[in-house]
């Protein structure tokens, strides 16, 4: 049971930037996973070069995966905003950014594996109830939950929040109401890419960054989103720690098929309910 | 729109015989034969794509699910039972996705938009990962080698010809839907689709079936690879081939029918030429796509008969 | 018509691009066309192979070539993807004229490769990719592998386990893989040598993550739970290294003793984990960086850190044997167009390589293609000669190479089907 919470954890961390975006700014950001990527490699070479500690190393690598966000939103994404067929575009859009940034990390970074240690006073483990727990997933658990409570309580409670959802649901009201929703549309989606840069940083010191993590994250962070409902932070949360523990116990029950098992869990949701199990509008169609 | 003009047609049907059609008998290599087969079953699988997103609407990431499913029909009927089957294969593949996408389509074609995308991306994984991992029943990441079909295709030159021949009939039957009213239906369920349910269509029935046209003919194009290859592989059914085929469909235009088969031809080509020559194929792939869709959406051949039309009334202004 | 114009114009362009190598001039070439994976998790692999493959060309061309011919190295990227690689390697037979077909990191290209090889009759020599079919159940004649593959891993694997169950007894193992091909024919291989050796053991556990799986912990607590005696592992790569940094907190290494017998040992596995990587793991991989002791291995790899500024990972020493029996074979025969006298001269071709021992050198079974080598397999241990690694291999148990061929039995039971 407690297996399955880091990797939960792991999953909403990615998959938090992807709903943020998806759902609240309307935009289908495929290149989530490459912003990922990003991360952990801004992270390594924040230490390379720095020797910083590791969470200021997670910082850096979070501003700078926004950063390169906002200049994609600002250079490109926002040229096709209002084309009809907007939603297509912006999926081949986001889609070319993977080719590039996947290729632009092996042409600055090589294609070794590298490596991020994990951060002092965080390498051990305690003894609770019987059960070994490492303490950098405790961390990173405490750090996931942490963050659903604030994405939630910004989105809802905070003006800036509602700001932004309401610029994704109608940008000319906006515009009308004196609201700046270029710079918005852009806050929001540098928002996102900072996300997905934090969880590159947080994961790497549990893997090797290696270059083409960026395709191998995109499907697993879409069905969370998809489970979830997309634009709920709470909904992205809960369901990855569904599927966290789904995985888990297939592992122990069906280990012949627990790989194909995520898959499953999305298909059930999606007959049973499409617009994900905590999506607050439905999106069935005419 | 392009519902007129068949003569226009008549010349790209001209040319495409002509050209591929001389290809064997100019005494091309293999090489180039290979490359024209590809550029052939790519660029059917291609058009039958863009019956769901340039016509339709539909951005499916997901038809690389059907494409496999044709290839997987063939390699694993010959496989288990002999050459004899490929027939027997390729109609199997195109009943599977048949059936498939029946099932599929009915459970998302109940949304729209970006969701509807998702959805096929992530039906196309499911079906991967099942096939990658059942290795034992599908050879799994090894794919399936020596598929051979026997009897008079298991020469190369007559299974070329007869691969031409197929997927000129399946382009032609797909322009002909186009062209009919069911065609001018997509269109329409494509620009407004709640005006379409307004005058008593169903926007839905429609959408299936298209979907379900589409990925037949796009396991019809996959069984054919799978003779020119003679293997296949797990890549058939993963997202990024259904990414390829939707780069390909935008490079040569979306608005236009034959754009996805002539975007087709210039990937496979370029693909060729530049990988020979660097290994940061992605990332000029990729900046090529940001240009076309950023600067010239509407692809090769759209941008060129725009540029037509206007070099056209430029000429029109100039003599009135 | 336009359309018809922008066709023409692309028949043109592809049948001048095509030509155009045919202007130069006609020099004494053996043109060797190789490909490997340059992007993704494997790029790092396919990089190595390049490398140590253009290390080896310039040895040989500037000893004056072999036989009055100069090498030419040519490389695609793979992509790892089958049918991208067949059409590239049909370009390289019928436009460039490749003498050889030379590479491949993954199983799946190789095994596609091998079936162009046999239809043109060219000779493929297969560098890095580990399926044990390529020289059993898909043999044929034009096929030659370079480095071992999994069978022979396993069987050191299996041995070495038999030696340490006469020195300190084990009855239990389970076995942690990927769950595609590559994960499941290592632990089919590994179960058969040991029946094969007669060892005795007890499964209690089998645990199958996808590959390229972000989080071990399910899998982790499962092991911890089953307490196996020996954990066989077949993962490869950042796997490897994920798998290793996220069992470590759990104090898994010292309760479970750890074997990775074909990639586990890779360098680039210690590179990436530095001074986090557990002290008595029993890994092994295909080629060493420091073993064996001898000057031509120390020499092959300072070079390669002197030419690329890195360590190599073993696929590297796979391209760089490949050039090499390519090289020996030419020089025996005198022409590179003499297909079939140069797969005489291979099969059962002796050559010397960085990674054989003072008494022994290695050889090609002239039933199977495959190479014969000793393998070396090794604890982890402290060691900084090799930067940015903290540990390396150390406390060698070496196996002979014939002990580690698969048995006649073996290869009838698989041709067979």
């Known amino acids: 049971m407690v297996s399955g919470l880091t990797l939960a954890t792991l999953l909403f961390l990615v998959a938090s930037g992807l709903t943020l975006i998806f759902g609240v700014g309307n935009v289908f950001n495929f290149a989530h996973g490459s912003f990922y990527m990003l991360g952990a490699y801004f992270a390594y070479q924040t230490i390379a070069a720095c020797r910083t500690n590791f969470w200021i190393a997670v910082l850096a690598a979070g501003l700078g995966a926004g950063i390169i966000g906002m200049l994609a939103e600002f250079l490109f994404l926002r040229r096709i905003y209002g084309r009809s067929e907007e939603g297509g575009f912006q999926i081949l859009l986001t889609y070319s950014f993977i080719l590039v940034i996947d290729d632009l990390v092996k042409i600055i970074w090589g294609t070794e594996y590298k490596t991020i240690m994990r951060p002092e006073g965080l390498k051990g483990s305690v003894e609770l109830l019987g059960l070994t727990l490492p303490t950098y997933n405790l961390a990173i658990i405490g750090i996931g939950f942490l963050l659903v409570v604030v994405a939630w309580f910004t989105l809802s409670r905070t003006r800036p929040g509602r700001i932004a959802r309401a610029t994704a649901l109608d940008r000319e009201i906006m515009m009308a109401m004196g609201i700046n929703v270029p710079l918005t549309m852009t806050l929001v989606f540098g928002t996102a890419t900072m996300l997905g840069g934090f969880a590159g940083a947080l994961a790497a010191p549990l893997r090797s960054v290696t270059p083409g993590a960026g395709i191998e994250v995109i499907i697993d962070s879409l069905i969370v989103v998809v489970i979830g409902g997309m634009g709920n932070f709470w909904g992205a949360w809960f369901g990855a720690l569904i599927l966290g523990e789904v995985i888990a116990f297939a592992v122990v029950l069906v280990p012949e098929w627990a790989s194909v098992i995520s898959y499953v869990v999305m298909v059930l949701t999606l007959i049973f309910k499409p617009e994900g199990l905590f999506a607050p509008r439905s999106v069935r169609k005419v | 729109m392009e519902i007129k003009g068949s003569h226009k047609d008549f010349i790209f049907w001209a040319v495409l015989f002509i050209v591929f059609g001389s290809l064997p008998l100019t005494g091309s290599s293999s090489y180039h034969l290979m490359l024209a087969s590809h550029v052939l079953l790519w660029g059917l699988f291609a058009v039958a794509f863009n019956m769901l997103w340039g016509v339709t609407g539909m951005l499916s990431f997901g038809q690389a699910l059907y494409f496999g499913v044709g290839g997987y029909s063939v390699g694993l009927m010959i496989k288990y039972l002999g050459g004899a089957w490929f027939v027997a294969g390729l109609g199997l593949g195109m009943v599977a996705a048949a059936i498939l996408s029946i099932a599929i389509g009915l459970l998302i074609i109940r949304v729209s938009g970006v969701f509807f995308t998702v959805l096929t991306l992530a039906f196309g994984q499911l079906v991967w990962q099942i096939t990658f991992r059942w290795y034992e029943f599908t050879g799994g990441d090894d794919g399936i080698q020596g598929i051979i079909p026997s009897g008079i295709l298991s020469n190369k030159i007559a299974y070329y010809y007869i691969t031409l021949v197929v997927v000129i009939a399946s382009i032609w039957l797909l322009r002909r839907l186009s062209r009919s009213p069911m065609g001018v239906l997509l269109r329409c369920v494509r620009q407004n689709p709640s005006r379409v349910s307004f005058v008593g269509q169903s926007v839905r029935f429609a959408q299936l079936r298209i979907y379900v046209i589409s990925s037949v003919f796009s396991a019809l194009a996959g069984s054919l690879m799978a003779g020119i290859d003679n293997s296949i592989h797990t890549d058939m059914l993963y997202w990024t081939t259904s990414g390829e085929v939707i780069l390909m469909s935008v490079l040569g235009g979306i608005g236009q029918f034959f754009g996805p088969f002539i975007g087709a031809g210039v990937f496979i080509v370029i693909q060729d030429i530049v990988g020979a020559k660097t290994e940061y194929w992605p990332l000029i792939i990729g900046l090529v796509m940001m240009v076309i869709v950023l600067l010239f959406p509407r692809g090769l051949v759209g941008e060129f008969q725009a540029l037509k039309s206007r070099l056209q009334s430029l000429i029109a202004d100039h003599r009135g | ?417």
Not at chain 3, 149 to 166: C, P, R
Not at chain 3, 184 to 203: A, P, S, T
Not at chain 3, 326 to 336: D, H, L, T, Y
Request: charged share 25%; aromatic share 12%.
């Open chain 3, 1 to 417: 018509m336009r359309k018809q114009n922008v066709f023409g114009i692309l028949i043109v362009s592809v049948l001048v691009f095509v030509l155009a190598p045919f202007a130069q001039a006609q020099e004494k070439i053996v043109k060797i066309g190789s490909l490997f994976p340059m992007t993704g998790r494997p790029g790092l692999y396919g990089l190595d192979s390049v490398d140590a493959a253009e290390m080896a060309v310039e040895e040989i061309n500037a000893k004056g070539g072999v036989a009055g011919y100069k090498l030419e190295f040519i490389n695609s990227d793979s992509k790892a993807k089958p049918d991208y690689a067949i059409r590239i390697a049909k370009r390289y037979i019928d436009e460039d004229k490749v003498h050889f077909l030379f590479g491949v990191v993954s199983s799946a290209v190789g095994l596609a490769l091998t079936e162009v090889s046999k239809q043109n009759k060219k000779i493929f020599i297969g560098t890095d990719h580990a399926s044990t079919q390529l020289t059993v159940d898909k043999f044929q004649p034009y096929y030659f592998r370079v480095s071992n593959n999994t069978f022979q891993s396993m069987a050191a694997g299996a041995l070495y386990l038999k030696e340490l169950a006469e020195k300190k007894p084990w009855s239990t193992i389970a076995y942690v893989g990927p769950d595609y091909a590559y994960g499941h024919d290592q632990w089919n291989e590994l179960k058969y040598n040991l029946d094969r050796f007669g060892v005795k053991y007890k499964i209690v556990g089998e645990y199958w993550p996808k590959l390229f799986a972000p989080d071990y912990t399910p899998f982790i607590t499962s092991i911890l739970k089953d307490k196996p005696d020996i954990l066989i592992s077949g993962l490869w790569g950042g796997d490897s290294v994920a798998f290793i940094k996220q069992a470590t907190p759990y104090g898994l290494f010292e309760k479970v003793l750890f074997c990775s017998p074909d990639a586990g040992g890779n360098y680039e596995v210690m590179s990436a984990t530095g001074s986090e990587l557990p002290l008595g793991l029993v890994l092994s991989a295909r080629h060493h960086n420091n073993w064996p002791d001898t000057a031509a291995n120390k020499e092959y790899v300072q070079k390669f850190f002197k030419r690329t500024g890195r360590f190599p990972t073993y696929a590297a020493e796979g391209a760089y044997t490949g050039i090499l029996a390519i090289a020996q074979a030419i020089e025996k025969v005198g022409n590179p167009d003499d297909t079939e006298a140069l797969v005489k001269a291979m099969e059962g071709m002796k050559i010397k390589l960085p990674e054989d021992p003072d008494d022994f050198t290695s050889y090609i079974d002239p039933e199977t293609h495959q190479i014969v080598q000793v393998q070396a397999v090794g604890v982890t241990v402290p060691n900084d000669q090799f930067p940015p690694a903290k540990r390396m291999l150390g406390e060698w148990k070496i196996y002979k190479a014939e002990d580690l061929l698969p048995p006649k039995e073996y290869i009838e039971m698989k041709r067979k089907k």
